[in-house]
């Protein structure tokens, strides 16, 4: 049998995710400024695995429109080089000896456009989690016998405030992308 502080204690767990995920997913989506995040997303084929880029080399941004991605192993240039172009990312990198060096082109302004979209579309994606860790707990809470309904109504406000709070995480984290998308 729960009681109402392991039920809140749950939904601020599974908001907390959802709002982390959308945090993730924005960060995958490229502004015009080059960063590190960007290719998280990208799988390389090495010694007969597929692994993520950041454990076969360091990936660095010394410049605003450049990124830099340096194997730790230098057989693998070339599986890391093939890698990035099949990640579709919109960037078209070059091996120079043992470092492989990816421009950031710029976006045009259909394509900001785009990518906004996209954002909002992730942003509702993540306050759907958040919602539905609400209707869950309140499910619930609802369901709990032997507790008295002003201690239900409290729990069911206590939920209510955790989900306008994660909410509102997001909502930042869609006003802080938007404004690093339309910075030129």
């Known amino acids: 049998m729960s009681t109402i502080p392991e039920l809140t204690k749950t939904a601020k767990d599974l908001m907390a995710k959802a709002v982390d995920n959308t945090r993730k997913e924005l960060s995958g989506i ?3 400024k080059a960063s590190t995040t ?3 997303v990208v799988r390389v084929e090495a010694y007969g695995n597929m692994v993520p880029l950041n454990q076969v080399a360091m990936v660095t941004a010394p410049e605003p429109r450049l990124l830099n991605v340096q194997p730790f192993d230098k057989s693998l240039t070339i599986a890391i080089d093939k890698a990035i172009r099949a990640a579709d990312l919109g960037v078209n990198p070059s091996a120079q000896g043992a470092v492989i060096r990816v421009p950031i082109p710029a976006l045009s302004e259909e394509r900001r456009k785009e990518l906004i979209k996209i954002v909002h579309k992730l942003a509702e994606e993540g306050r759907v989690a958040v919602r539905h860790a609400r209707t869950e707990a309140l499910s619930k809470i609802k369901k709990l016998e032997k507790i008295p309904e002003d201690d239900k109504t409290r729990g069911e406000k206590e939920i209510q405030k955790l989900t306008d709070d994660a909410t ?6 869609v006003v802080v992308k938007e404004t690093d998308l339309l910075t030129v």
Not at 168 to 173: M, W
Request: aromatic share 0%; hydrophobic share 35%; proline share 0%.
């Open 38 to 40: 960007l290719l998280d």
């Open 30 to 32: 490229r502004s015009s």
């Open 168 to 173: 509102k995480q997001i909502e930042q984290l």
